[in-house]
């Protein structure tokens, strides 16, 4: 690869003036040289296409971090927003989800057992249902249940369910926790709630998350059913950025 870009370099800098570009005969050369150096050696494009991955990456990883920074409130400290675990936590993870995407289902536990094992821990959870109607009842459910203090019950039953989340369901799951189902029917359909979901749907915007489950600990942006090593080392590292 160094080869190929010397040789280019060389032919750019015979140019008879600045800015005028290759001519016929130097992109020949050009393309020949290359096409010569792809079928020698095909790592070549394998390096190339590995640097700009690396790049692209590089520069998502730096517009999350600044996303994060500036949205570090409505992240953290937004108390309208359910969580579990610590009061007073030492780390925060925020966990972005839908109740019908099947990995958010698969995480849950793994969020639990992190939440169980780590008295400092706390897991804001930030619902944006995008996976259609029943994704949106649902998210309603859990926060109409948040207002008569079974939010936690409420998301890990409809984490749990099999089938679709329909408001039949739900409200079956809602007699099973004692909840009053005319009270959670009435705060579904309460305006509030519509708007704390567009709010978390344009948060996620804001981040670049395109798809759930997806994790945000300290500066960093994890996105996907990550491992809990995974988690666990994200949640070391904004522990000691603290310090």
Do not use: W
């Not at 080869?3 to 003036?17: D, E, G, K, N, Y």
């Not at 984490?159 to 408001?167: K, N, V």
């Amino acid at each position: 690869m160094r080869f190929v870009i010397a040789i280019v370099a060389c032919l750019a800098v015979t140019q008879p003036a600045a800015g005028q570009g290759f001519t016929p005969q130097q992109r020949a050369a050009i393309v020949e040289i290359l096409r010569d150096a792809l079928k020698n050696d095909p790592t070549i494009l394998e390096d190339a296409i590995a640097a700009l991955q690396a790049r692209d990456m590089a520069r998502e990883r730096e517009a999350a971090q600044g996303a994060i920074a500036a949205n570090r409130d409505a992240l953290v400290n937004d108390p309208t927003a359910p969580f579990k675990g610590a009061a007073r936590p030492t780390a925060t993870i925020v966990e972005f989800f839908d109740y019908r995407c099947p990995y958010c289902k698969r995480m849950n536990p793994v969020i639990a057992e992190l939440v169980r094992a780590d008295p400092g821990l706390r897991v804001v959870l930030k619902d944006i249902p995008i996976l259609g109607p029943a994704s949106v009842t649902a998210a309603r459910a859990a926060l109409a249940a948040h207002r008569q203090g079974r939010y936690a019950a409420m998301h890990d039953a409809l984490m749990g369910l099999r089938g679709e989340p329909t408001e039949a369901e739900i409200m079956r799951v809602a007699a099973r926790l004692g909840l009053d189902a005319e009270q959670l029917r009435r705060d579904m359909a309460d305006p509030a709630i519509a708007q704390l979901l567009d709010a978390n749907i344009r948060l996620a915007q804001t981040l670049g998350i395109q798809g759930t489950p997806a994790y945000v600990v300290g500066n960093e942006l994890l996105p996907g059913a990550v491992g809990p090593e995974q988690l666990r080392e994200a949640i070391a590292r904004s522990r000691q950025a603290q310090k």
